[in-house]
């Protein structure tokens, strides 16, 4: 005990100091320093290199902090993969057979689904091309009765008035237009036709909605923007996301009837699309909803979504103007990359050949259908794993980031302030008092405390950004004594 | 392309045990299939209720009609019979199908996917499932890949390690590659009573003084080596022991210094553990402020393995120092 108590008086020694007059000195150097410090990392976020840093921090905190149940449980998802198996079973085809699609879709109607949600591209017809209107296609004509059959299917849906329909969500091709030969990347998305355009003149029951992922540098998928521009008949359109219509319809559906998340869905395209279709396809004015509205009156961009038993447990606001950091995907869970032999699965995995099989059951769930064969070109990079994941997951995750926090959240200012002037004074007292091994082990610990709060923090959906300043702090203090600062003052104010 | 597989990511071990774990269910042995079946009880009005499982669920009988008629017993109890929303099942849950039913199907929420069909009379008892990859799964995950990344590749660096010195080194310094560009006063951990310790170094010419000194400045070992190695036997190597090693040109000023530490292993060796995994987590204990490199200790426990294309393949990435921890994640 007394050899314990030995070690531990010397390790918390106080660093010897001349004379209290220097101490307080310093004490007042290293408080404007850590506040100098965090004062200017909290101008400079948005800094490329501070949202690299950020980012990767966060990376590395969803990598530990991912599959996971979360507490309470909430809805499990289904997902109907069109998996190796399924794909040459089907003979490879480049298009997904319409036929085959119009099944899957049917199935998830029959197991009683809420939501469906289509990651396939429906704008092709089964020949391989796009069909202009009042043109001919260029591919040699194929049998389109499998196209038109899908139509008709989604047609009867999105007609129907019966309580149990489900919510379809599509997704089609948008593109950078042709100008001049070139393709304009700078220019407004542009929406090519669909097969599906003759049916869904008005959207009722089937939706369509944006699938665009935002790729970091690094290659890395983080974001997905919520509701996008796109340019349709020389006017502005907001296409709303898959996910943020798939989590607005499950919110909004009851477990006996869809009529209202239908209604609500269909209100805010209105609404939308009602303001955006004032606008011409002008770039300058912006290209994103956040930029528009800093030149342009906007009307109320947030959307409420309600919780609701086994789905959501706490209400969320979802602001569409929220800007880059509150469209983050929140991992929490993809194909393993070593996978165990029988490991459990954190969402319903179904091969779409099983599906066609026999019936489903995915009572009230959300369906999503897409494709994860390996022949795909639809795999990203994401945090949470090393190997690439399908696409689909990466809508399944953001969904799931939906349904539990609605959107990502930075801490409210008064807890930032209350935060930073913790360690402020913390840092201050640290590299005042001890020497750089002793300061250095405190500030280890301390950095080892503010990741468990903010792996507690990311489970609530807020980010605490604490650590880069904690580093920084750390590291500018570790230069001073590397440059001899403190003895050099010290020997001049002697 | 797919990119390929690579470790990712992963912390200081203290982390691992701060945050906890989530520890993987072995399947349970299959029940005997000659076990009485139980006794089917007729649910009170409750009970066919929805039930807040306070266990993790593995699995879900799949809709039907007549689902009702299908009972589930949790912990020796009956929970209900089944229905639209109690149809979750636990492992180790036994659900038991009426006579009058037949073809109930169980699905597990497994990767991959696996389903059961029950027959008329059954009583299945649900099996676990292992839990998704938790925080120590993923240590064991990248410890596992470093070690991997590290037994292939290339071996050309070998031709470095045992030389007679060439015309080339007489200008460089004296230097050992298992030192990583550590300074002088960064030790190299070593195991206490493990046997003579290999040491090799590049820089100069042969012959090279080589001294070592215990704690108090005492001469423990004086040699005159014609070679760029040298096998060292210490007298006490007991924990916290702590030596300094000299190397120099013999004649000449210019010496090579570095501490030897000896000191217990920093987490628990298995004998059973593949050794190069073994190898990769002590490579890992050289991060953060209280980095130790047991880089030398690797290399003489490298020494008694029996030769193979993987112990050649991580000598050569040892002596090579060609791996950055940062970069495979063992040191965010």
């Keep these: ?106 199935a998830a109607k029959k197991g009683g689904a809420n939501v469906i949600a289509v990651d396939i591209m429906l704008s092709w017809f089964s020949d391989g091309c796009l069909h202009q209107p009042n043109q001919t296609a260029t591919c040699p004509p194929a049998d389109a009765s499998a196209d038109k059959k899908l139509a008709d299917y989604l047609h009867t849906i999105n007609e129907s008035e019966a309580d149990e329909t489900p919510i379809i969500i599509l997704t089609r091709l948008y593109r950078p237009p042709l100008e001049n030969g070139e393709v304009n990347d700078e220019a407004f998305l542009t929406k090519p036709p669909s097969f599906l355009d003759e049916v869904l003149k008005e959207e009722k029951n089937v939706f369509w909605a944006s699938t665009f992922m935002v790729v970091d540098d690094d290659k890395m998928l983080r974001r997905w923007q919520l509701a996008p521009l796109v340019c349709q008949n020389n006017h502005l359109t907001v296409v709303p996301s898959m996910q943020l219509l798939a989590a607005l319809a499950q919110l909004y559906a009851t477990n006996n009837s869809t009529r209202q998340a239908a209604q609500v869905i269909r209100d805010f395209k209105t609404q939308w699309n009602q303001w955006a279709s004032q606008f011409p396809c002008e770039p300058s004015q912006g290209t994103t909803l956040v930029q528009l509205c800093q030149h342009q009156a906007c009307p109320q961009f947030t959307i409420e979504l ?133 300061a250095s082990l405190f500030c280890s610990l301390l950095f080892g405390l503010l990741i468990l709060l903010s792996m507690k923090a990311m489970h609530h959906g807020i980010e605490i950004d604490v650590a880069l300043r904690l580093l920084t702090i750390q590291f500018t203090e570790f230069m001073l004594r590397f440059v001899g600062f403190w003895k050099f003052l010290q020997a001049k104010l002697s | 392309m797919r990119n390929k597989p690579k470790v990712k990511y992963a912390l200081v071990p203290i982390l691992a045990i ?207 080596v014609k070679t760029n190695w040298f096998s060292l036997t210490l007298p006490n190597t007991e924990s916290n022991q702590r030596y300094s090693l000299r190397i120099s040109k013999k004649g000449s000023n210019e010496v090579y210094q570095k501490p030897l530490l000896f000191a217990v292993p920093p987490f628990p060796l298995d004998p059973k553990a593949d050794p190069y995994e073994m190898f990769a987590t002590l490579l890992a204990a050289d991060c953060g402020d209280n980095a130790q490199n047991w880089r030398l200790e690797i290399w003489r426990q490298l020494h008694h393995l029996l030769d193979s294309p993987k112990k050649e393949s991580f000598k050569g990435h040892l002596v090579a120092d060609d791996f950055d921890l940062s970069e495979v994640g063992l040191c965010d």
């Design chain 2, 18 to 224: 701060l945050v906890g774990c989530e520890p993987s269910n072995p399947p349970p042995e299959k029940e005997s299939g000659d076990e009485p079946q139980m006794p089917i009880v007729p649910p009170s009005p409750h009970q066919s209720e929805a039930h807040a499982l306070n266990c993790v669920p593995v699995a879900k009988i799949h809709k039907r009609d007549n689902i009702n008629q299908i009972s589930i017993w949790r912990e020796g109890k009956t929970v209900g019979l089944a229905s639209r929303l109690n149809k979750e099942l636990c492992a180790g849950d036994k659900v038991i199908v009426p006579n009058t039913l037949d073809q109930v199907k169980i699905e597990y929420y497994s990767y991959p996917p696996k389903e059961v069909r029950l027959s008329a009379g059954d009583s299945y008892p649900v099996e676990a499932l292992s839990d998704p990859c938790g925080v120590l799964c993923k240590l064991t995950e990248n410890i596992k890949g470093l070690a991997e990344q590290l037994t292939t590749g290339e071996q050309e660096q070998l031709t470095v390690v045992a030389d007679r010195g060439g015309d080339d080194d007489e200008d460089w310094p004296i230097s050992m590659s298992l030192a990583a560009a550590q300074g002088p006063e960064t030790p190299f951990y070593l195991f206490s009573r493990a046997g003579a310790i290999e040491l090799f170094w590049a820089g100069k010419q042969p012959p090279y003084q080589l001294e070592v000194t215990d704690e108090p400045g005492k001469t423990i070992v004086q040699e005159t």
């Design chain 1, 306 to 438: 309600p919780k609701k038993a086994r789905v959501s447990t706490q209400n969320h606001t979802v602001d569409l103007v929220g800007g880059r950091h509150t469209e983050k995907i929140i991992y929490r869970f993809a194909p393993p990359d070593n996978p165990a032999i029988m490991q459990r699965s954190l969402i319903d995995i179904k091969s779409a050949m099983n599906v066609l099989k026999e019936d489903v059951d995915v009572d009230n769930q959300i369906v999503l259908i897409g494709i994860t064969h390996q022949e795909s070109s639809d795999y990203h990079q994401v945090p949470i794993r090393a190997e690439e994941i399908s696409g689909v997951y990466i809508l399944a995750n953001a969904i799931d980031t939906l349904l539990r926090f609605g959107q990502f959240k930075q801490q409210p200012f008064a807890k930032q302030v209350i935060v930073s002037a913790i360690l402020i004074i913390i840092t201050t007292l640290i590299f005042t008092y001890y020497d750089m091994a002793k």
């Design chain 1, 1 to 106: 005990m007394k050899f314990i108590k030995t070690i531990l008086r010397g390790f918390f020694k106080p660093k010897p100091s001349p004379s209290k007059k220097f101490r307080l000195l310093f004490f007042l150097i290293n408080f404007v320093l850590a506040t100098a410090v965090v004062v200017t990392l909290h101008y400079t976020e948005d800094l490329v290199i501070f949202k690299e840093i950020k980012d990767t921090s966060l990376d590395w905190i969803m990598y530990w902090h991912s599959d996971f149940d979360p507490k309470p449980r909430i809805q499990r998802m289904a997902l109907f993969e069109i998996d190796d198996k399924t794909y040459r079973r089907w003979d490879s085809p480049v298009i997904t057979p319409r036929d085959k699609l119009k099944a899957l879709i049917e």
